[in-house]
């Protein structure tokens, strides 16, 4: 059956596009934008990355001058907005891959969604694990995404990618090409469906996909892509491919003239920074790299988005319940005289509904900055976790529970403190096994 090739989309631009400096050329003088370096880890391994740069996994290493919590982010881009009113896009890029740090990217989009509904949203990936978040994307108002796709071929792309990581298990050689190949495909038709504008990386390595480009962007046709960016690849010292030659600017554009009657080419790619900010000809990502560092030191503070902290408990003086045998939680907040105040009670979604009850409970917990409970599941401790309520498996006092809750990286330190020794202070486990 012979393949049909649409004609590549014509010169007018997407309206939702007009501002978006790298979907619009045109724009790209007079709109800016911002990157929210907020996705440290990264789950492929290119052979054209060095980890220790915290590879974005595209042309060149992924470079900023600090990691951000998703409050942190918030408070980044209400300062940067003010200092250069011109961005009109908040995107995230890195360092690592956005999707492999769901529970970080997705809260960072809701938080700035929230407060800035006019702005243009923007994502950029590996695609691996996109599919499994696109109506998460949808639902948050992402309005550009960036995929990467080297290669449509898993024989060349086991020359590309020296592992992949899906889960807990990882792939390698054929196999891992053909895994990631597959989401990327997925992840891009999944995407145009929901009505995003899509454009495709594609990483032009000297000798291993040079060869293969015009494969790839009829590929992009098929799918519908809106743009795709040729990119030479930058050879990094200790990678498998550092001692290759970085393609001349006349081979790239030779690529692109073949490529373009097929998908629009995009000609002014600057190889962004994970913090990049400003105007593409004029980045200020070091004159704003104090304040992006300033930000990523900063405390949450109690009037932050999510003031709350919700508590399992069967008789309100202990952290003793499982998730799925809570009725109720009570709500906790900050009380003006430094100590704790309890809000008021909460009934919880109704038992045996699968995981619509986990979405329902992460709705009910919005306003919660985490929830602490004596045990519960991978399924709804994914859940919560990626709607932005952090959930804790403790024990203990509630108010000493409350005391780490309410500080910086307080999760992380109650569920150590329960796998050490079981408990907070010489409380009561509340298991009913005298511990």
Known sequence: MQTIIS?????????????HPCFNKES???CGRVH??????????????NRKYDCVNESRPGVTSGILKPFQALEYTRQVLDKEPRITVIGIAGPGDPMANPAETLETMRLIRKEYPHMLFCLSSNGLAMPEYLDDLAELGVTHATVTLNTIDPAIGAKIYSWVRDGNVVYRGQDAAELILSRQLEAIAGL???????????????????HHILAVAKKANELGVDLQNLMPMFPTEGTPFGDLIEPSKEQINALRAEAGPLVSQMTHCRRCRADAVGLLCNDRSTELGGVL???????????????????????????NLHLGEAKRFQIWGLAENGGFRLVEERQAPSAGCGPSRWEDLAKLLSDCRAVLVNALG?????????????????????????????????????????????????????????C
């Open 7 to 19: 004609p590549a989309p014509s010169a007018v631009v997407d309206p939702k596009s007009v501002k």
């Open 378 to 434: 991978d399924a709804p401790r994914k859940i919560l976790t990626e709607r932005g309520t952090m959930p804790a498996a403790c024990s203990g006092f509630i108010e000493d529970a409350l005391a780490l809750a309410f500080g910086e990286d307080g999760i992380a330190r109650l569920e150590a403190l329960k796998a050490r020794r079981g408990g907070l202070g010489k409380s009561c486990c509340g298991t009913g096994d005298g």
């Open 293 to 319: 560092s300033a930000c990523s030191k900063m405390a949450p503070k109690a009037q932050d988005d999510r003031p709350y902290v919700a508590v399992a408990t069967r008789e309100g003086l202990l952290v």
């Open 28 to 30: 790209s003088g007079s």
């Open 192 to 210: 145009k469906a929901r009505g995003l504008a899509v454009k495709v990386n594609t990483i032009v390595i000297p000798g291993v996909n040079d």
């Open 36 to 49: 929210l370096p907020v996705a440290p880890k990264c789950n492929i391994q290119c052979n054209y990355c």
